[in-house]
């Protein structure tokens, strides 16, 4: 990792930026909520009883044992209930309460964004753990309850519910590619904070920014698989490189 002091002038210049270009458009992974104590996913904590997280974020997974996945995501919702909001997701709310024009892509299911103030101009594109959907009538639920070790039963219809993730394979829901794809036609600065680049589309994001226009910026602790779609790249904490960007003199 770079250390702060000798990346400074290089964050200056995005500072700069970011305060001449017009609008930012901000794409957050794991990454930008580890200093919050959430676990990233390709790190040390993308175990849960030996089992590869990832496997069971999918719709076969859930098919095939369902009581088993909602226990992780029941397991992963305890966890982040015990966490804040760092000073990062607290910048960027601060940032879009001053700029209408500032928005927040996040690839995050915590609600941390939301739990800093960013309840607008915010898209959660891999959903909520704090929302759950019916597998039969599609009824969407807020659920913050931590107490249900097996899926419950959808208040309407009786079908079983299930945490309203968007899991390896599956489609978006519905608007969210067309809103983020006008996001990325609209140039000024992209900041890329805390992804790895291995889960597509979020991946090709930078690149499409890059290629209408925009100034793109990794603010990350490694480089990413997509780091060669990046004008700057920014090696420290996104807790500690987000305030510096966005404070105001
Ligand atoms: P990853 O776990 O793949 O990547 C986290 C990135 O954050 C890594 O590149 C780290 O170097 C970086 N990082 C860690 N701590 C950081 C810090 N304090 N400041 C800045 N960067 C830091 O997570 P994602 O890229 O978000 O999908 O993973 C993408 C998707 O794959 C997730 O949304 C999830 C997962 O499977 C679903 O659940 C559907």
Redesign the pocket.
Known sequence: MVNSSTARPEWDVVRELIRGRGPLTVL?????S??SGVP????AG?LWRERD??SL?TPEAFREDPRLVWEFYQYRRREVATCAPND?HLALARHQSRHADTWIIT???DGLNRAAGSTERLIEM??SLWWTRCTSCGLRVYNDDLGFDTPPRCSACCGMVRPD????GEGFHEGVIESIVALLARGGTMLI???????YP?AGFAAAARAQGAVTVE????A?FIADDMDYVLR????E?LPYLLTEP
């Open positions: 957050t992974g794991a990454g930008a580890a200093e990233t996913f390709r790190g993308g997280v990832m974020a990062g690839q995050n299911v891999h959903g993730i968007v899991w390896f904070v805390g992804t790895s680049g291995a889960v979020a603010i990350n602790l490694e990413s420290a904490p996104s807790g490189v």
